[in-house]
């Protein structure tokens, strides 16, 4: 897993939310394909809640024979399933009426995309779930961001799959908070290998079809951009709900994978964004050298902790590309309203530096009227200090 808990939203705040209202609340772990750990993440999730004397009951988790995640129901409640006849086959789904009966504060709910047995209550899986939040169930789910309706096409045209189980926008887009649940794509790839995904006899077609490395590194794109429109949307939401005009200050800090100390970028950055009651992004900068195939897996599991810590921290992760750093920090100067770029100091030898152009001088040319914020961030600290 490449974010730690104490990268993630707290059990506090969600906690928090629940008491706001009564309609139920949802919480989705979004993870880019199979494997990457939505399912052990919630689960986690409900232990917690659980020992914080949540009422929170398993409402429907699908371990596919994963070894690690059934070991992680542990003493969980869990309600009975449904069983379904159809053509002589006897199937298993949620038990909804059963939880909407038992009415937990919290139901843990896999796989937010799944297709319902022909006879069931409701067609999808999130259409029960639509009905928990309506009695005042609280979800928390996961799903893949390939299963998203506005990107079937999008899939399909890189990945040559077909999606079949999708899920409309609006139910993401109704979610209170959104985890990104990141992993390397080498790492999933590994895990592939180890038959910690799927059964061995399904492992090479995987690895040779949809779990190739280009189409894993477009999904991870496509995941975290996705987060990153939701947490915007949120926080504009927040805003016009407390009749703020939007804020004419807007915090962006620079992180690229040879960023030494990035989260210290991101703490720092994250309290000036604080002192000035501004929005911030953790832009991570990627150039033509910084393209995930050149990337080490070391250096990826940093970047995503990184990431994910900024959206600890209140701030909104994302990706943005170009030739070079000064031209990817404009176009998102231009395209955010951004006011003050956050970046770390450069780590080359003073002896280069004092030839030509610095590429400090350089940004600062590049964005006329912006303050540009240089962080210390050399620091004795090895990097899983951080």
């Not at 990706?319 to 955010?336: A, H, I, W």
């Amino acid at each position: 897993m490449s974010a730690t808990d104490s990268n993630r939203p707290s059990p506090e705040q969600f906690l928090s939310m629940l008491r706001e209202q009564q309609r139920g609340r949802l919480k989705v772990y979004l993870g880019f394909a199979p494997g990457v750990g939505k399912t052990f993440e919630m689960l986690q999730e409900g232990h917690r809640l659980k020992k914080q004397g949540v009422d929170v009951v398993i409402g429907i988790v699908e371990t596919h024979g994963r070894a690690d995640t059934a070991a992680m129901i542990g003493e969980l409640e869990q309600v009975p399933r449904q069983t379904i006849e159809y053509r002589g086959v006897v199937l298993e789904e949620m038990g909804l009426d059963a939880l909407l009966k038992r009415r937990p504060t919290v139901a843990l709910v896999d796989e937010l995309a799944h297709t319902n047995a022909p006879g069931s209550r409701h067609a999808k899986r999130y259409q029960d779930v639509e009905a928990l939040l309506r009695a005042g169930i609280s979800v928390i789910t996961t799903m893949n961001v390939q299963h998203l309706e506005s990107l079937y096409e999008m899939v399909e045209r890189f990945t040559g799959v077909k999606v079949k189980e999708r899920v409309p926008d609006y139910v993401l887009a109704q979610a209170h908070q959104v985890v990104n649940v990141d992993l390397p794509s080498e790492d999933l790839q590994e895990r592939m290998r180890a038959g910690k995904v799927y059964p061995a006899d399904r492992i090479e077609r995987a690895l040779q079809n949809f779990f190739t490395e280009p189409n894993l590194n477009q999904l991870r794109e496509i995941a975290l951009e996705q987060v990153a429109h939701v947490l915007d949307r949120h926080r504009q939401e927040k805003e016009r709900a407390a009749g703020v005009a939007n804020t004419s200050e807007r915090v962006m800090v620079c992180v690229s994978s040879r960023s030494p100390n990035a989260m210290r970028l991101m703490r720092k950055g994250a309290r000036l964004a604080d002192r000035l009651n501004a929005p911030w992004y953790a832009v991570y900068v990627e150039t033509p050298s910084e393209r995930t195939e050149k990337v080490d897996a070391a250096t990826e599991r940093r970047l995503a902790d990184s990431l994910s810590l900024a959206q600890q921290l209140d701030g909104i992760p994302m990706r943005f590309k170009g030739p070079n750093l000064p031209s990817v920090v404009t176009d998102f100067v231009r395209e955010y309203g951004i006011t003050h770029v956050v970046v770390g100091r450069s780590q080359r030898p003073w002896y280069l530096r004092m030839f030509g152009s610095s590429l400090l001088d350089r940004l600062v040319r590049a964005v006329p009227g912006v303050d540009v914020v240089v962080v210390d961030t050399c620091t004795s600290t090895p990097p899983n200090g951080e």
